[in-house]
């Protein structure tokens, strides 16, 4: 402290501490633009090498600003403060928390099980670390292809936070106990701002974003299994809403529900996220929300209930903010009739899939408009700039980072993933990959069943099933919705339709939806399936410490092997194999 004294005592006697601050300042932004001038002729170098000079133009236009730029003012600035601190013993340890929850080590105190903790200490210290969230957060996988860097709104309230508090710390000496107030309050208010719940993707490791179901359904915990959804006697016949998608999705409108029978109780599914803010009718109507669904109950039973529902919310994962949305047709982001299992896991005997239920379905008219400010895809037809309409099982929205194709079947690509290939490459390629896929399966089912050839195809990011089995695949009434850039899998493609078949055995369903066991001839598949089994049933499942469910599936095994042997002798290989075709006929 005597040290800084003296120097500052020194620079005041010789009259250059104005002079002195001001080449400190420019020293500080010639290293600044010298560091920034190195990074970018380093990407520079780097595109130039693996052929993506058009992606970096892409990432310095739209990202450099907010993910690298305003980052390293905001952090230098920071340490500016600091050193404004005379006590070096003082100064070291804000030092340390400062570099400490700016950098990627903060990722290492986050987890997959959401800790048992008090939710209003976990919201609180949220709202201490959010300030210092200004770099690239939680990198751990590669960019979202439609989501692309972070530019989220609330990165700009943090700027603004550190500009304030910098700002007051300056100039507090100068200020009247009124002026101080107000830039106290306004310092409050950015760092609320900061705070706001607001939809945003990271592709982390944590209970918060990707392992958020896993934890809400319990699913470590044995719980939801998906169940075959029975049918219902009322449907959703009619929507029209309006969505507008900014900071989260904001949907308001009509929808009209159709009974076969005058009933006074009804019941809608729509995403705990979503928080209804009004819910009215013509109708005496009662509602209340609980968990993922809506429980309606009215005065008089009645067969046309017309509702008027104003909600607003997010999902952890399923973005839909001012950058991108990607939000499948099979999740109630809008209201659906009857309870629907949104987060499963589907237990076979020997494999396990867990993911977003891509079974469930609406039956209705569309007439929505939409409002976002980046370019959409929809299975609705676009009927002018921003209104959709058309009659579909269900309701897809996505956009952000995305192009629309000029071809006649895929409805969409990003930029972002074509790396080193070029459009036309990248759409040959994949329609390669499809009409082999296509052959394959009509080997197996009926020609006419296979629609990889006729049906529209939106494709989806990664990120859809970044930490999940289910959802990259499906097919609705009018289009295919499909992730992995477009890349549709043997095994994927198989779960989804045998799981849903009640004819063809659990564990013979295993066998097939493992893609080793399927890209083989019939004999080697028999051979393959008969090892597999005969190893399984050695396994130590069926001792007294073993789980109950685990006993279940080994119980299963052992029969089906026993029926196995028995099939096999009795037909031979050619007709077993013609027995499992009929088996596998989709419904």
């Known amino acids: 402290?005597?040290?800084?004294?003296?120097?500052?005592?020194?620079?005041?006697?010789?009259?250059?501490?104005?002079?002195?601050?001001?080449?400190?300042?420019?020293?500080?932004?010639i290293l600044f633009i010298i560091y920034n001038i190195v990074i970018i002729v380093g990407m520079f170098i780097a595109s130039i090498i693996t052929n993506e000079y058009a992606l970096l133009m892409n990432f310095?236009?739209?990202?450099?600003?907010?993910?690298?730029?305003?980052?390293?003012?905001?952090?230098?600035?920071?340490?500016?403060?600091?050193?404004?601190?005379?006590?070096?013993?003082?100064?070291l340890p804000f030092l340390v928390v400062t570099i400490f929850l700016s950098s990627p080590f903060i990722n290492l105190f986050t987890s997959i099980?959401?800790?048992?903790?008090?939710?209003?200490?976990?919201?609180?210290?949220?709202?201490?670390?959010?300030?210092?969230?200004?770099?690239?957060?939680?990198?751990?996988?590669?960019?979202?292809?439609?989501?692309?860097?972070?530019?989220?709104?609330?990165?700009?309230?943090?700027?603004?936070?550190w500009i304030l508090v910098a700002v007051y710390i300056a100039y507090k000496s100068k200020l009247s106990h009124i002026k101080k107030g107000l830039q106290i309050v306004l310092i409050c208010?950015?760092?609320?701002?900061?705070?706001?719940?607001?939809?945003?993707?990271?592709?982390?490791?944590?209970?918060?974003?990707?392992?958020?179901?896993?934890?809400?359904?319990?699913?470590?915990?044995?719980?939801?299994?998906?169940?075959?959804?029975?049918?219902?006697d009322y449907h959703i016949s009619d929507y029209q809403l309006k969505v507008k998608i900014r900071r989260q999705l904001e949907a308001s409108g009509e929808i009209l529900i159709s009974s076969e029978h005058k009933r006074s109780d009804y019941v809608l599914t729509l995403y705990h996220g979503y928080h209804i803010?009004?819910?009215?009718?013509?109708?005496?109507?009662?509602?209340?929300?609980?968990g993922d669904y809506i429980y309606l109950s009215l005065a008089n039973p009645i067969d046309q209930l017309k509702l008027k529902i104003t909600y607003t919310g997010y999902h952890p994962r399923l973005y839909s903010n001012h950058q991108a949305t990607q939000l499948p047709g099979y999740f109630p982001w809008y209201p659906m009739e009857g309870k629907k299992q949104i987060f499963v896991k589907i237990q076979n005997p020997c494999t396990s899939f867990i993911g977003f239920n891509p079974y469930n379905r609406v039956n209705a008219k569309f007439d929505v408009e939409i409002?976002?400010?980046?370019?959409?895809?929809?299975?609705?037809?676009?009927?002018?700039?921003?209104?959709?309409?058309?009659?579909?099982?269900?309701?897809?929205?996505?956009?952000?980072?995305?192009?629309?194709?000029?071809?006649?079947?895929?409805?969409?690509?990003?930029?972002?993933?074509?790396?080193?290939?070029?459009?036309?490459?990248?759409?040959?390629?994949?329609?390669?990959?499809k009409e082999q896929l296509t052959e394959y399966m009509s080997n197996l089912f009926d020609k006419e069943q296979v629609s990889l050839k006729s049906k529209p195809i939106i494709i989806f990011p990664m990120s859809l099933i970044q930490v999940t089995d289910l959802g990259g695949y499906c097919e609705f009434d009018n289009y295919i919705l499909v992730s992995?850039?477009?890349?549709?899998?043997?095994?994927?493609?198989?779960?989804?339709?045998?799981?849903?078949n009640d004819h063809i055995n659990s564990v013979l369903r295993d066998m097939l939806i493992l893609e080793s066991f399927i890209q083989c001839s019939d004999e080697e598949f028999i051979k393959q399936v008969n090892d597999f089994l005969s190893e399984y049933i050695t396994r130590p499942y069926n001792e007294e410490n073993v789980d109950e469910n685990l006993k279940e599936r080994y119980r299963q095994v052992v029969e089906f092997k026993k029926q196995f042997d028995k099939d096999l002798n009795e037909l031979g290989v050619e007709r077993y194999m013609k027995k499992i075709a009929k088996e596998m006929e989709m419904e």
């Open 1 to 29: 402290m005597a040290r800084n004294e003296k120097v500052d005592e020194v620079l005041n006697c010789i009259h250059v501490k104005k002079g002195w601050y001001f080449y400190y300042v420019l020293i500080i932004c």
């Open 371 to 433: 409002d976002t400010l980046y370019p959409i895809i929809t299975n609705l037809s676009q009927k002018s700039e921003s209104h959709y309409v058309g009659e579909s099982d269900s309701f897809t929205l996505i956009g952000g980072n995305i192009k629309k194709t000029i071809d006649s079947q895929f409805k969409n690509y990003y930029p972002l993933s074509l790396q080193n290939n070029s459009y036309n490459d990248y759409i040959k390629d994949i329609y390669e990959h």
């Open 189 to 232: 208010l950015s760092l609320v701002a900061v705070n706001i719940p607001q939809s945003m993707y990271r592709a982390d490791d944590s209970w918060r974003y990707s392992y958020n179901d896993m934890n809400y359904y319990q699913i470590s915990q044995g719980k939801n299994i998906y169940i075959k959804e029975n049918q219902i």
């Open 277 to 290: 803010k009004t819910l009215t009718s013509n109708q005496k109507i009662e509602f209340t929300q609980e």
């Open 60 to 91: 310095i236009a739209n990202y450099y600003l907010m993910n690298i730029l305003l980052p390293q003012i905001c952090f230098t600035l920071i340490i500016g403060l600091i050193s404004r601190i005379r006590s070096f013993k003082v100064a």
């Open 113 to 161: 099980n959401k800790p048992q903790t008090i939710d209003l200490l976990d919201n609180f210290i949220q709202i201490i670390i959010r300030p210092f969230s200004y770099f690239y957060q939680y990198g751990v996988y590669a960019v979202d292809e439609l989501y692309g860097f972070q530019n989220e709104v609330f990165k700009i309230y943090i700027f603004i936070f």
């Open 484 to 500: 992995n850039h477009g890349y549709i899998s043997t095994d994927e493609y198989l779960s989804y339709y045998l799981t849903q």
